[in-house]
C-alpha cells in the first residue's frame, strides 16, 4: 500500500483507498494530532471528520475505508496518536485490524466506535487491544472526551 | 410605516416569528413521533460557515446508502437460500447510519430486523423490510418539509435555531 495519488492540500486521494481530509482549525499551539478514521461507510467517515474538526483540536487526519487499509499505513511508518476504528468493515473488520497493529507494537490510542451494543459483540473487540470502545453514534461530547484523555496521556 | 403602531410587530418580523415557531413546533413533532432524536441536532451543530453543505451532504449520502442497503436486503432476502448474514450485515450498516444521523424509527426498526434476521424468520424479515422501506419515505419526506421551512426562515432574514 503506498500514498500515491495523495496530495497535500487535503483534497484529492488515491481512489478506494486513502483520502486525507483538510486540515482541521488551528488551536492555541501545541504538537499537531495525527488522527486515522478507519470505516467502510463514508457517512460515519464526514460524521467523524467533522466531530474531530468541531473539537478545535489542530489535527491532520487520514482515512481509511478497512482495517487492512490502516494496518498498511502503519507499517509503512505511518504513526497516528489517535485511530478511531469501526468494528464490520469488508477485507479486514475492526477487530483484525486492532489486533494486528498491537501485535505490529502500535501504540497509537485505539478507540472502537461500532453500532454493536451486545457484550459478546463489543468483547472480543476491546480484547484485540483498545483503548476504549463506544457505541455509534460518536457525539461532540464523546469526541471531547477523547481528545482530553489523549491530550493527557501525551 | 402603515399597520406599525408601535405595539404591534412589522409584517416582515411577523413573518419571520411565525415560520420560527412553525419550525420549533415541526422539530419538536418529530421529535415526539421518534422519527429523529437528539443526534440530528448534533448534526446541525456540526454545520457551520467552513461546512455550510455539512448536513445536506449527510443526508443525502444517508438517503443513497439506505436504498442501496435496502435493494441489497430484498435480493438477498428473494434467493432459494438466503443468506441471513448478509442481510444481517446489511441491517447492521443502516442501523449504524440511521443512528448516526438521529433517524431513531429507522434504528429501531434494524434492532428487530437483525433479532428477526437471528431467528431466520423470513416472514418476518420480509415485514421488516417492508417497514423500513416505508420509514425511510416518511422521513425523506419530512426532513424535506424541515429543509423547506429552513430555506423560508432563512429568505426572511432569520437564523435556524438550534437547541
Do not use: W
Request: hydrophobic letters at 40%.
Amino acid at each position: 500500500m503506498s500514498n500515491q495519488g495523495v496530495a497535500t492540500d487535503g483534497t484529492s486521494s488515491k481512489a478506494g483507498e486513502v483520502k486525507i481530509s483538510e486540515e482541521s482549525k488551528s488551536l492555541q499551539g501545541g504538537k499537531k494530532l495525527s488522527v486515522l478514521i478507519v470505516d467502510d461507510d463514508q457517512l460515519i467517515q464526514m460524521m467523524h471528520v467533522a466531530l474531530v474538526k468541531a473539537s478545535g483540536v489542530d489535527a491532520e487526519i487520514l482515512i481509511a475505508e478497512n482495517g487492512e487499509v490502516a494496518v498498511d499505513l502503519c507499517r509503512s511508518g505511518k504513526s497516528f496518536d489517535l485511530i478511531l476504528m469501526d468494528k464490520h468493515m469488508p477485507i479486514m473488520d475492526g477487530v483484525r485490524a486492532t489486533r494486528e497493529l498491537r501485535k505490529m507494537g502500535v501504540k497509537s490510542m485505539i478507540i472502537g466506535v461500532t453500532a454493536c451494543s451486545m457484550d459478546y459483540e463489543v468483547k472480543p473487540f476491546i480484547e484485540a487491544g483498545l483503548n476504549e470502545c463506544y457505541q455509534k453514534p460518536l457525539d461532540p461530547e464523546m469526541t471531547k472526551s477523547i481528545l482530553a484523555k489523549l491530550s493527557k496521556g501525551n | 410605516m402603515s399597520g406599525f403602531h408601535g405595539h404591534s410587530q412589522p409584517p416582515a418580523m411577523a413573518v419571520l416569528d411565525q415560520l420560527l415557531r412553525q419550525y420549533v413546533e415541526y422539530m419538536e413533532s418529530l421529535r415526539r413521533e421518534s422519527i429523529l432524536d437528539d443526534q440530528f441536532t448534533q448534526l446541525q451543530k456540526l454545520q457551520d460557515e467552513s461546512n455550510p453543505d455539512f448536513i445536506d451532504e449527510v443526508i443525502t449520502l444517508f438517503f443513497q446508502d439506505s436504498e442501496r442497503l435496502i435493494c441489497s436486503m430484498g435480493t438477498a432476502l428473494a434467493k432459494r437460500n438466503v443468506d441471513y448474514k448478509q442481510v444481517d450485515d446489511d441491517v447492521h450498516q443502516l442501523k449504524g447510519s440511521s443512528s448516526s444521523i438521529g433517524a431513531a424509527r429507522v434504528k429501531n426498526l434494524c434492532v428487530f430486523f437483525r433479532d428477526c434476521c437471528e431467528a431466520k424468520n423470513l416472514e418476518k424479515c420480509y415485514r421488516c423490510l417492508q417497514e423500513v422501506q416505508q420509514e425511510c419515505v416518511l422521513l425523506k419526506n419530512k426532513l424535506n418539509t424541515l429543509f423547506m421551512l429552513q430555506k423560508q426562515i432563512v429568505a426572511a432574514g432569520g437564523s435556524i435555531p438550534v437547541d
